[in-house]
């Protein structure tokens, strides 16, 4: 399930960047996950210079690099984790892309299992053992 889409500036970077990015980020995902390699998913989502503001200006006039990453967890992770994913994401992109680290924006979005789909099934039902040993974990002792 895990999912992070980086929003980039089209031009602004090079395929050998690109695929650090995405792979760096399958690799983030698993080590704080601790998710198997398989269900990890990373995107770019190019933007065209001239689609793109930052601090009121067209990237295609300033050539400002301003990344956004948005990324998907299923509901119950860790604060920790969710907070951990926001600061190496941002890392990377800056170790990557050579970025400015003020520039950069991200946001976890929180997805209840129920809600999403594995083959077609909802992950409450598929990932029940997962699941319900999370909120065992996060659940204050009797």
Request: hydrophobic share 40%; aromatic share 6%.
């Amino acid at each position: 399930m895990p999912i992070v889409n980086f929003h980039l500036v089209e031009g602004m970077s090079t395929p050998e960047q690109d695929e650090r990015l995405l792979v760096g980020a399958c690799q983030l995902y698993a080590e704080v996950l601790k998710a198997p390699m398989e269900r990890i998913r990373a995107f770019i989502t190019p933007h065209r210079p001239g689609q793109f503001a930052v601090a009121g200006g067209l990237c295609a006039h300033h050539g400002l690099h301003a990344p956004y990453f948005e990324f998907i967890v299923l509901e119950g992770r860790s604060l920790e984790d969710r907070h951990r994913l926001m600061r190496r994401f941002t890392d990377l992109l800056v170790d990557t892309l050579d970025v400015r680290r003020d520039l950069i924006r991200g946001s976890c979005r929180r997805v209840e299992p129920q809600d999403w789909a594995i083959a077609g099934e909802p992950a409450s039902v598929i990932r029940k053992d997962e699941v319900a040993a999370r909120a065992a974990q996060d659940s204050p002792p009797a």
